[in-house]
Nanobody, 127 residues
Framework: QVQLVESGGGLVQPGGSLRLTCTAS????????IGWFRRAPGKEREAISC????????NYLNSKEDRFFISKDSANNAVSLQIDNLKPDDTAVYYC????????????????????WGQGTQVTVSS
């Protein structure tokens, strides 16, 4: 059974940082390409970043700012997303997903990762 669990969200002031974590209990995350997504109120799902089985990272957001950093914590079977300099527009439900692909590189189209996903963790950026 593919079950992903996200944590680490919360209420944060603009300019703050959060570290979100994706874990799984029934399979080993580092064996698959794992992506982070978000869905803001009234907006479509948006792919943020992916880390492959070979630790290659693909970023999907069209942003000149480097504020989103994906990483693996193999010892804890987790994939994290660090978000720096949070902005009110970052308010969304963030969740991780995988298509159980073993490719050495993440897909060019991040949406193809969205086969299995967790319930998400709410991030609210407000003063």
């Amino acid at each position: 059974q593919v079950q992903l669990v996200e944590s680490g969200g919360g209420l944060v002031q603009p300019g703050g940082s959060l570290r979100l974590t994706c874990t799984a209990s029934e399979f080993t995350l580092e064996h698959y390409n794992i992506g982070w997504f978000r869905r803001a109120p009234g907006k479509e799902r948006e792919a943020i970043s992916c880390i492959s089985t070979t630790d290659r990272i693909t970023n999907y957001l069209n942003s000149k700012e480097d504020r989103f950093f994906i990483s693996k914590d193999s010892a804890n079977n987790a994939v994290s997303l660090q978000i720096d300099n949070l902005k009110p527009d970052d308010t969304a439900v963030y969740y991780c997903a995988t298509n159980l692909d073993h490719d050495p590189d993440c897909p060019t189209d991040g949406s193809s990762l969205h086969t299995y996903w967790g319930q998400g963790t709410q991030v609210t950026v407000s003063s």
